[in-house]
């Protein structure tokens, strides 16, 4: 082992079932005061989450302003808007509640409040992010981005182009990893952001900048996945399975915020930007298409992650456990009920060219270069024409 490497935790991370009761006491211990904006989205709001929070910041007498705005795929001028709102009420702490729309919208909003600039200035690091001044707290409600402990926000810009913004001050201080909030998720967004996940912890580990510590918390995350995933599917509201999504979600955020992500989500991102695909869904599809071609240049480690996954070992060799990995892959992303096919989406092979320069696009670049596979042109051309000709009937053998 002669590589370099750092491991830097940056956000301090509380699990619990109802530790969400003690957020009052965390928002004065973490910013020395007693306001807070806490932003979330109307689906939280509506369904009663939001309200949970609310109260048990006011029984600690934290005065708090909800900024529910927050649409899925945020974008830069959400995010503009929820600054605003922290710079007119002074706050010194904002939480987020939701999935990665609201937590990326409140991470990103708490840092630049502390300037006068807009989102954009800051995207793609054109330009510094201004001195943090205002504290955040994340509170997940889906298993699935490990948004709450990443210094990486992903937004659209006024063309619908997704962009991202990075810096390790973006950090959340504190995530609240509480299961009471993911228990009620829907069937879609439970498979679509617990296979994100899946797809966090496999990329980061097999990733370029995969170290043993990238490693240790990839593969638990992919052995929670894998134990836990099909019961949650059965019994959504099994509370401990449900804990160990969320945690394993959280495993595989700080997995991606020290190794990064590849080519499934150079590809995922693409899929978002030409045809508004979930995240989750995205990049499900898009390592489906990619997991053997992976293989072929990381064996040993594809073997261990075949192995959490829980595929029987026994007489493969280490290569036929690989691609026994992919195989147990694409069941669970069967199992998912996500469809594979684009067809609803209006994606077809027309859309092949437009597809490829948007995954070759600068914002899409670090992903397919810290792949553990480099991808040529050549080779996103099979990607892409394979991923958009997945038809309906027979979707799940694509
Ligand atoms: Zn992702």
Known sequence: MNQ?????????????????????KDVKTISQDTKAVLITDKGILDNGLADLVVSALEREKIAVKVFSDVQSDPTAA????????????EAKCVIGLGGGSAMDVAKMASLIAGGEKGAMHYALMANPFPKKQVKSIMIPTTSGTGAEVTSTVVFSDEHKRKV???????APDLAIVDPTFTVALPRFLTAATTLDALVHAIE???????????EAFSLQAIQLIGENFEKVLQTPDDLEARGKLALAATLAGMAIEQGGTGIAHC???????????????????ALNAVYSWNVESAVDIHAKIARCLGVDCQGLSNKELALAGAKEFSRLVEISGLKQSLEDEGLSLCDVDRFIETMLSPENEPMRL?????????????????????????????
Request: with cysteine; net charge positive; charged share 25%.
């Open 4 to 24: 370099l490497f750092e491991f830097i935790p940056r956000t301090k991370i509380a699990y619990g079932v109802e530790r969400y009761l003690q957020i009052g």
């Open 204 to 214: 980061a580990c097999a990733g370029k900048r995969s170290n043993p510590f990238i």
């Open 164 to 170: 991202w913004g990075w810096d390790e001050k973006m």
């Open 78 to 89: 959400s995010i503009d808007e929820a600054a605003n709102v922290i710079r007119q009420f």
């Open 370 to 398: 810290n792949n553990c596979r480099l991808a040529t042109e050549k080779d996103l051309r099979q990607f892409a024409e394979q991923i958009l000709s997945a038809n309906k009937e027979v979707s799940h053998q694509a």
């Open 267 to 285: 590809i995922g991102h693409a899929l978002g930007t030409i045809g508004r695909i979930h995240h989750g869904r995205a990049v499900a599809i």
